[in-house]
């Protein structure tokens, strides 16, 4: 028979008991005893099970099975620290294991360098680009100044021989008396000069392209060089990036001429009013395709340095890296800019001051002496020495900030650092 608690056994029939010779009045006697006990080991056993019922985990977890009905959920109590409004629960956001209020802050990105691994704010590759020049200012000070100083003097020997010493100049002078015939062979006589003048600083300018772009990225991990060393990391790639230097000024020259030349031949076809409107509005045009050309390949030369590219190549890498970001790329680069043209102006300021102090000329006088020349070549000295070190940084950072936020650059970046 089942002996499981809370089931009464059955009794012996009478059949049973009188079969076994037992007398039916003592078997009823012994039957009516256990029929008394069994209420009170009902009593007994039905106590615990009570307490145990109330002892019951919450509705949703494990329970062992009973009878009665399943008791009341309890409504979730709300503490003052619970009173912000969000949403609370073992999986809101904000939340923390165990009841935590906060998630735990990401770790910071890397920072073996100048910037941190990560993608980077207008205000950290500004910061980046004056680091570089703060922490190896002996490298990039001095590749900017040699190359300011170098160029800088073959101007000023170029520009007081040719521009001073040549009588064709007289009629720049005062170019309100001067036919237009005088004015266009003085201007031919001038196309000289600013061709080797140009010519220079171009060289000037690709020199300190290469060998500060070296010096920016080795400072982004972290790594100190020397101008040896820059020279010879960058060397390889100078013949390309002269290529690509005197490309992309023709590229904007052509663009812009192409724009205004319809309105030159107009207004020598003698239609001066309508020649002059199409070539200002051709001029404006120029000058918007110009920009758009300037930006668009404003990455090339970190490109080409850096990745070993080609000249095409890099036109193409740039085009590809600013796809997307053109407009704030653009205001980078004029930030930059607009850099340059302060400090060259406070810079300016004061030279030209002391010209008209010393010598009685200024360089936008017609009367240009050895005097003027030297002081403004020392002026612009300076101010190339310090701007040329920001401006290559920027473009650097820029390159690296769009390789970052498009091909996870700053993975490979830190695993370098490390090594």
Not at 70 to 91: I, L, Q, V
Not at 183 to 196: Q, R
Not at 270 to 280: E, P, Q, W
Not at 334 to 343: E, Q, R, T
Request: charged content about 15%; overall charge neutral; hydrophobic content about 45%.
């Amino acid at each position: 028979m089942n002996d499981s608690p809370g089931r009464t056994p059955p009794g012996p029939s009478p059949s049973d008991e009188q079969g076994n010779g037992v007398p039916a009045q003592s078997a009823s006697a012994d039957d009516q005893a256990v029929r008394t006990e069994e209420p009170a080991v009902r009593a007994e056993e039905a106590a615990p099970a009570a307490q145990w019922a109330r002892e019951q985990p919450p509705r949703g977890q494990w329970s062992t099975p009973s009878a009665g009905p399943p008791p009341a959920p309890r409504r979730p109590t709300r503490t003052p620290a619970d009173s912000g409004g969000g949403p609370t629960g073992p999986y809101a956001p904000g939340q923390g294991a165990w009841g935590g209020n906060h998630w735990a802050p990401p770790p910071p990105a890397p920072r073996p360098g100048v910037i941190p691994l990560r993608p980077l704010g207008v205000g950290e590759i500004l910061e980046g680009s004056f680091g570089t020049l703060r922490r190896h200012w002996r490298t990039a000070l001095g590749i900017s100044l040699a190359v300011a100083v170098t160029t800088q003097a073959v101007t000023t020997v170029v520009t007081g021989v040719w521009f001073r010493d040549n009588p064709g100049f007289e009629y720049l002078d005062n170019p309100a008396s001067a036919t237009p015939g005088e004015t266009l062979d003085a201007i031919g006589e001038s196309l000289p000069g600013t061709a080797v003048t140009s010519l220079v600083s171009l060289l000037g300018s690709i020199i300190a392209t290469a060998l500060l772009t070296v010096v920016v990225s080795r400072a982004v991990l972290g790594r100190s060089t020397s101008v040896g060393d820059a020279w010879r990391s960058a060397r390889p790639q100078l013949l390309r990036l002269s290529g690509l230097l005197f490309l992309l000024p023709a590229l904007i020259v052509g663009v812009f001429g192409v724009a205004v030349a319809p309105g030159l031949l107009i207004s020598a076809a003698g239609a001066k009013a309508v020649g002059v409107g199409v070539a200002l509005f051709g001029s404006l045009a120029g000058m918007a395709g110009a920009a758009w050309l300037w930006v668009q390949y404003s990455l090339a030369a970190p490109a080409l340095m850096l990745e070993r590219q080609g000249v095409i190549a890099s036109l193409r890498r740039s085009a590809k890296l600013v796809r997307g970001s053109w407009w704030r790329i653009f205001g980078v680069q004029l930030l930059a800019v607009f850099l340059v043209f302060v400090v060259a102006t406070v810079i300016g300021i004061p030279v030209g001051i002391i010209e008209m102090i010393f010598t009685g000329e200024s360089v936008t006088s017609g009367t240009i002496g050895w005097n003027t020349l030297i002081i403004s070549g020392v002026a612009a000295v300076i101010s190339t020495t310090l701007m040329a070190p920001i401006t290559a940084g920027v473009t650097a950072l820029l390159y690296l900030d769009q390789r970052i936020r498009r091909e996870s650059l700053d993975v490979e970046l830190a695993q370098a650092a490390a090594k």
